[in-house]
RNA sequence: GCCGAUGUGGCUCAGUGGUAGAGCACUCGAUUCGUAAUCGAGCGGUCGCGGGUUCAAAUCCCGCCAUCGGCUCCA
């Protein structure tokens, strides 16, 4: 902020407040079309710095992106932080040379031609995938590359200080594993040095609320590497955060019928063959284990859950269910264990262990409907007593052309068309997924972002036909036959973990009272105020709340400045004034200094805002 | 799993072939203090792990592990 606006000489233009002037305005993709083009020309430009330094390199794809752009190349040696430099450099060359950017449009036979010329045989697979008119766009008579458009005219437009080359990274070739590597280069450009300048402000920021930091700066949760990647380890305080959301939901459930149940970790294989987790999702889960060698051949093994739907598949079934006990909504904190690779771990929102705020409703197929949008509701009841706006919601379907999924097509389409049917009756915006379905079943699910504007599923629901089918499950109807229920599965938080992150970056490590770690802490100007302060601590305890006494002997000053790094809500100052007339001064860390409040009134106003999730 | 980068006291980091450092935290002592850091002393590290090169390795080489940025995959 400080270099920014110092950077900016104030302007008779600029506002007089001193906070709207050191904003600058980051124009998104969506409304610029002047980056588009300036994103399109400067990665051409790179891919020529590129091929000019490393003749061997081909060109293959690099479109622009929501904060820059990035090009795919194929090269025998990956690139390194170092080659980015030269690579800039080279790029600041061609820029001055001021070269023209030319579109042109060929036939296809021409474009094959032209591209056998330079021997370059992704840029064929590209072009049989693309429609006529073809384009090429040149710049100069230097270099040329098959592209839809828009460029700049000239790149004398691109200013070379407000691009930068950020980082390189592999890349499978059309985003397939079995295919090709690619070495990517990612890089960000903008109209203006000051908008480079405010993109990496904003990153820095974005870095300072990342839940890993935050999680080790406020003591929330912990990794080691004796117990292994992917497991974090819940501190006190993160344990009282991660209890206080559970309490929350479980109160939240009980108010709409849900029956808590309890089930093992382990469990025989023999039920993941049931279910097909052992046929479909076999590689996400820990390796069996057996008791002998030859357990281990018959497969007579156990296996860590990764999913809790079996184990209450097994609770549904353990008696004759009569339609008049359904819909049966079982519902489980349930911890499963996923064999995640190990290079898609990261904090909180990508772990090998996890537990999920899971539910299996088994309803009727009239029932369907409407016990979809009850769940719904409760989705969106818990988003909105989170402060949880910003998400999208995903209607994750199957791909039909893939094998990884069970069941009929019947069955797809019929619960697929339920999903539908609850989106449009709430007027819900959504956008489809294909593929994103679970191998079960599809399903509807709510995409947040963190910090990095990396996307993440957290709440879902999904409707099954094809557990219930392939477990033989029943109920018995009005009309004494037996009927087969369909299966709800959901989880509005989706795990504990992964909210946890999304929600310590949500909040920036502020939470609201109610979910706060340390509510309160009471911080005495000398040791005189310890026995008050130990009697008022003691007092707010006995009603619940989460307190603590700064007792250290350190000074006011440190007290608050450690109180403030530790973002503890509410802090409360004794003196000799506070303890002669029972009050204590109220300071918030919203809000500031609120002056001196009797205990009585403090004691009221914190149980009150505890309970309607609202602050001090 | 793949490509690249990184790994030094609890935390943040300096140290690039020759005796392991700083700040914060922690402990002790002094200070008794009113809204973001009182002063001083002390404790603390087989430099991620294993192997190699060298008279000598935190530093160079190889392997492994973990973390980070991507890719692929997902709650």
């Given at each position: ?210 839940h890993r930091r935050l999680g080790k700066e406020l003591g929330l949760f912990i990794f080691s590497d004796q117990v292994g990647p992917g497991l974090p ?37 023999d039920l993941f063959k049931t279910s097909g987790h052992w046929q479909k999702y076999q590689e996400d889960m820990f390796p069996m284990m057996a008791e ?194 369909v299966m709800i599965h959901r989880a509005p938080f989706g795990s504990l973990e992964r909210l946890v992150g999304i929600l310590i970056e949500e909040y ?109």
């Open positions: 902020m400080y270099s920014l606006k110092r950077s900016q000489p104030m302007s008779v233009s600029d506002a007089p407040n001193s906070e709207q002037s050191a904003k600058i305005h980051l124009p998104r993709m969506s409304e610029s079309e002047a980056l588009k083009k300036i994103r399109h020309t400067t990665s051409h430009v790179m891919a020529m710095a590129v091929q000019k330094l490393f003749p061997k390199a081909q060109v293959t794809i690099g479109p622009w992106i929501e904060n820059g752009f990035y090009y795919d190349f194929d090269n025998p040696e990956p690139f390194t932080e170092k080659d980015l430099k030269a690579i800039k450099k080279e790029m600041i060359k061609i820029i001055n040379r001021k070269l023209p950017v030319i579109r042109e449009e060929v036939s296809r036979a021409e474009a094959i031609a032209r591209i056998q010329a330079i021997g370059e045989p992704y840029k064929l697979e590209i072009l049989a995938g693309l429609q006529e008119p073809i384009t090429l766009y040149h710049l100069g008579d230097q270099w040329w590359d098959l592209c839809a458009g828009p460029h700049v005219e000239n790149t004398a437009e691109l200013d070379p200080k407000a691009i930068e080359l950020e980082s390189v990274a592999g890349a499978y070739w059309r985003g397939d594993e079995t295919k090709a590597q690619l070495q990517r280069i990612y890089g960000t450009a903008w109209e203006t040095p000051e908008q480079l300048a405010e993109y990496k402000r904003r990153k820095e920021e974005a870095l300072k609320r990342d380890l819940w501190t006190p305080k993160g344990t009282v955060l991660r209890s206080t959301l559970e309490d929350f939901l479980k109160q939240e459930q009980l108010k709409r019928g849900y029956l808590p149940v309890v089930t093992p970790h382990i469990a025989r294989v002998d060698e030859k357990a281990k051949a018959q497969e007579q093994g156990f296996v860590l859950k990764p999913m809790n739907c079996p184990f209450h598949i097994q609770i549904y079934k353990s008696e004759l269910r009569s339609y008049r006990e359904l819909p049966m909504r079982l519902a489980e904190f349930g911890t499963v264990y996923r064999y995640e690779q190990s290079g898609e771990l990261g904090g909180l929102t990508r772990v090998r262990g996890f537990t999920v705020d899971d539910s299996h409703l088994f309803v009727t197929p009239e029932q369907l409907d409407a016990e979809f949008l009850n769940v719904v509701d409760l989705i969106l009841t818990v988003f909105k007593s989170l402060q949880l706006k910003n998400f999208r919601a995903r209607l994750s379907f199957r791909d039909p052309s893939s094998d990884k999924y069970i069941g009929s097509n019947e069955a797809w389409e019929k619960a697929e068309g339920a999903i539908r049917r609850a989106v449009e009756t709430l007027g819900m915006n959504y956008f489809e997924g294909i593929g994103e379905a679970a191998f079960y079943g599809p399903k509807l699910d709510f995409i947040f972002q963190d910090a990095l504007e990396r996307e993440w599923q957290l709440g879902t629901v999904q409707v099954d036909y094809n557990l219930p089918e392939r477990f033989d499950l029943e109920y018995v109807a009005e009309d004494g036959t037996r009927r087969r229920p920036a490590g502020d939470f609201p009272l109610w979910l706060a770690p340390i509510q309160v802490r009471l911080l005495p100007v000398g040791e005189e105020q310890y026995p008050f302060v130990q009697q008022v601590a003691a007092q707010l305890r006995s009603l619940g709340l989460r307190v603590e006494a700064a007792t250290s002997g350190d000074r006011l000053g440190k007290l608050i400045r450690d109180a403030e790094k530790d973002k503890i809500p509410v802090m409360a100052v004794v003196g000799a004034k506070e303890v002669e007339s029972n009050a204590l001064s109220i300071r918030t860390r919203a809000s500031g200094e609120l002056g001196a409040i009797p205990v009585s009134e403090v004691l009221e106003r914190l149980q009150s805002a505890s309970k309607h999730y609202s602050n001090f």
